[in-house]
């Protein structure tokens, strides 16, 4: 099974930048996903982005095209997420996902999550 462990949250003033990490061990497949997500207060849970294997194909929700980046160092199975001139309106708790095969928009289409990592963008 696939264990995700992420870092690199914090606050941040708008305008700046963070990148956050996930670092992904156990039975990793071939042609699989990793997904970023996140959930701000009173809000669902939606998409970020994500980056395919063995592609290294990405996408990206039209909220941070522009601003945000998926990126993976395959020699330490590990995904980031380079976040670009945030705004107060990025702030959430951020998660990555995994699953096998293509990318989803879907949150019940992942097979295992990350502890999630807090992201606070002041104005």
């Known amino acids: 099974q696939v264990q995700l462990v992420e870092s690199g949250g914090g606050l941040v003033q708008a305008g700046g930048s963070l990148r956050l990490s996930c670092a992904a061990s156990g039975r990793i497949i071939s042609s699989s996903s990793m997904g970023w997500f996140r959930q701000a207060p009173g809000k669902d849970r939606e998409f970020v982005g994500a980056?395919?294997?063995?592609?290294?194909?990405?996408d990206y929700a039209d909220s941070v095209k522009g601003r945000f980046t998926a990126s993976r160092d395959n020699t330490k199975n590990t995904v980031f997420l380079q976040m670009n001139s945030l705004k107060p309106a990025d702030t959430a708790v951020y998660y990555c996902?995994?699953?096998?095969?293509?990318?989803?928009?879907?949150?019940?289409?992942?097979?295992?999550w990350g502890q999630g990592t807090q992201v606070t963008v002041s104005s």
């Open positions: 996902a995994y699953r096998p095969g293509g990318w989803s928009w879907y949150t019940d289409s992942y097979d295992a």
């Open positions: 980056i395919s294997w063995p592609s290294g194909s990405t």
